[in-house]
């Protein structure tokens, strides 16, 4: 078997997939976000899903009100304080999408072959022959032919509640389709979808402003998922929103790539996002499904060489009503960590599914095995090939930290930061050994009071593959004028030998500025 492209073994031992999977400290180098709801917002819960390995929880605000998250992000709270596990906050915006309204929630039956009018006048009862929608400029965006999908899980792909319309004709505001599937609609909304065609409306609505600026503001959020992004502007605008806003011009914009428009602009929202979502429900439906892997293997290594972090989602959707997934998905996410994904995020299994916390540890086991046999020698050269010559400073010194460190066989990685950008450096050249980032906070004034900057970075690199920070004592400075600097480490050496990942005669690769310099040496370690 040829290993030239995935695999690391050559050939793969048979005995290696025989043998039990070992359980760790850290479940696997790639990382999980987790969506709170309904299923998954107590306390007890929200703790199993943190020891099972979740690091970032997901906040998806196109339902749900301020309350109802607020509670949730309580519980998480406290979970975090008894599990000890440190945790990101992602607020996930609800964007432009487009509703069905069935205010009254009574369940609506849609035969095939028949005709129903899809008409922007809400206060209209929603039946079989019409459905009221939120969006008045559908009619002077669609034309005879054109197709729209309607269901209330719409994108998780395996609903049944859904129903497949082809545009028979506009009549003003109204437009009139045929229904080409008989099914039947569930609940209060439903999502409403119109395949590759733009929809006129903004990608931070004001009542996404509304949420971050309350709620968002309130909780420091750290990452913000920035739904339905189609141009770079979408995240300039975001970024512009939230530099008024106190604290949360520290918040990282994660573009959602969710139709042919993000796509095509894929290129420049790289540039200006902190990292990308790849909501491949959506893109599912907006593409023909037979390109969506080939967008995720090439938007991945895009991300991988930027070294800005890639998260996929629609990964074991039947973990929504099933304890296993299937064999296909666990397929599914051991290649997104063989393509290089920093992230598997899980929507509707978390949400509202059954299992959620055998959600969040069936994937973390799957990406572990996925990792063992990652080609990392293949990675690090093309990852080196592509950054060129000359190498900047810090390009340097983390891939020379990387290739000593995979000489050596050292345990782990300890890099120390303030801003976090070195340690998400060395993660960017996928070392097989966890990177322990010792976050230093800086003093920082507003001219009316002194802060300590430090969590923000900490917790943000939770979404980083290979990364796992900690948060050091301020007194420390991270820049030592003479010497390393022997307390932190020593406190780094200890976290890592009470989660398991550093044991007696281990050596560790250390990465730090000593003054001007930046240095990386090797410790070998006594008993």
């Known amino acids: 078997?040829?290993?030239?492209?995935?695999?690391?073994?050559?050939?793969?031992?048979?005995?290696?997939?025989?043998?039990?999977?070992?359980?760790?400290?850290?479940?696997?180098?790639?990382?999980?976000?987790?969506?709170?709801?309904?299923?998954?917002?107590?306390?007890?819960?929200?703790?199993?899903?943190?020891?099972?390995?979740?690091?970032?929880?997901?906040?998806?605000?196109?339902?749900?009100?301020?309350?109802?998250?607020?509670?949730?992000?309580?519980?998480?709270?406290?979970?975090?304080?008894?599990?000890r596990k440190l945790c990101a906050i992602m607020l996930d915006t609800g964007g432009p999408e487009l509703q069905v309204v069935n205010r009254t929630e009574h369940p609506i039956s849609l035969e095939a072959d028949t005709k129903v009018i899809l008409t922007p006048d809400q206060d209209k009862p929603a039946t079989s022959n019409l459905l009221p929608i939120n969006y008045h400029g559908l009619?002077?965006?669609?034309?005879?032919?054109?197709t729209i999908f309607i269901g209330q899980y719409l994108f998780t792909g395996n609903e049944t509640t859904s129903v497949w319309l082809e545009v028979d004709e506009v009549c003003g505001e109204d437009v009139i389709c045929l229904i080409k599937n008989s099914a039947t609609l569930f609940g209060t909304l439903y999502t409403l979808h119109v395949s590759q065609i733009r929809i006129d409306m903004p990608t931070l609505t004001d009542k996404d402003k509304?949420?971050?600026?309350?709620?968002?503001?309130?909780?420091?959020?750290?990452?913000?998922?920035?739904?339905?992004?189609?141009?770079?502007?979408?995240?300039?605008?975001?970024?512009?929103f939230l530099s008024k806003l106190g604290e949360l011009n520290q918040t990282q914009i994660f573009a959602k790539i969710?139709?042919?428009?993000?796509?095509?602009?894929?290129?420049?929202?790289?540039?200006?996002?902190?990292?990308?979502?790849?909501?491949?429900?959506?893109?599912?439906?907006?593409?023909?499904?037979?390109?969506?892997?080939?967008?995720?293997?090439?938007?991945?290594?895009?991300?991988?060489?930027?070294?800005?972090?890639?998260?996929?989602?629609?990964?074991?959707?039947?973990?929504?009503?099933?304890?296993?997934?299937?064999r296909a998905e666990a397929t599914d996410v051991a290649n997104a960590v063989l393509d290089g994904t920093d992230a598997i995020l899980l929507g509707a299994e978390t949400l509202r599914g059954l299992y959620p916390v055998e959600s969040v540890s069936t994937v973390g086991k799957i990406c572990a095995e996925a990792e063992k046999v990652f080609n990392q020698d293949l990675y690090f050269k093309k990852t080196v090939k592509n950054v060129g010559e000359p190498m900047s400073h810090l390009e340097s010194i983390a891939s020379s930290a990387v290739r000593a460190?995979?000489?050596?066989?050292?345990?782990?990685?300890?890099?120390?930061?303030?801003?976090?950008?070195?340690?998400?450096?060395?993660?960017?050249y996928r070392p097989t050994m966890p990177v322990i980032s010792v976050v230093i906070p800086r003093l920082k004034t507003n001219q009316l009071r002194w802060t300590f900057s430090g969590a923000f970075e900490a917790r943000q690199s939770l979404i980083v593959r290979g990364l796992f920070p900690m948060l050091a004592d301020p007194r420390h400075p991270a820049e030592s004028k003479s010497g390393s600097n022997e307390s932190v480490l020593k406190v780094a050496l200890d976290h890592g030998k009470a989660s398991g990942v550093i044991k007696p005669h281990d050596r560790v690769v250390v990465c730090q500025k000593l003054g001007d310099a930046s240095v990386v040496k090797i410790l070998e370690l006594e008993d």
């Not at 009619?139 to 054109?146: L, P, R």
């Not at 309350?214 to 975001?238: K, M, Q």
């Not at 023909?288 to 629609?314: H, S």
Request: proline share 4%; net charge positive.
């Open 258 to 326: 969710e139709n042919i428009e993000g796509l095509t602009h894929f290129d420049e929202i790289l540039q200006e996002a902190d990292g990308i979502i790849f909501s491949r429900g959506n893109l599912g439906i907006d593409l023909p499904p037979e390109k969506v892997f080939l967008f995720q293997k090439a938007a991945v290594y895009k991300c991988n060489m930027m070294g800005k972090p890639a998260v996929v989602t629609r990964v074991v959707d039947s973990m929504t009503d099933n304890l296993r997934p299937t």
């Open 139 to 146: 009619s002077k965006a669609v034309k005879k032919g054109d």
């Open 1 to 83: 078997m040829n290993s030239n492209h995935l695999l690391l073994e050559e050939p793969i031992r048979m005995a290696s997939i025989l043998e039990p999977s070992k359980p760790s400290f850290f479940p696997a180098m790639t990382k999980i976000v987790g969506t709170l709801g309904p299923k998954s917002r107590s306390v007890e819960i929200i703790s199993d899903c943190l020891k099972a390995g979740m690091s970032v929880a997901r906040f998806d605000f196109s339902w749900g009100d301020i309350e109802f998250h607020q509670e949730t992000l309580e519980n998480l709270k406290t979970a975090v304080k008894s599990t």
């Open 210 to 240: 509304e949420v971050i600026s309350t709620w968002g503001v309130r909780n420091n959020i750290d990452i913000l998922s920035l739904s339905y992004t189609r141009h770079a502007e979408d995240i300039r605008h975001a970024r512009s």
């Open 405 to 428: 460190a995979i000489k050596v066989k050292a345990s782990a990685i300890i890099c120390f930061t303030s801003s976090g950008r070195a340690a998400r450096l060395i993660a960017k």
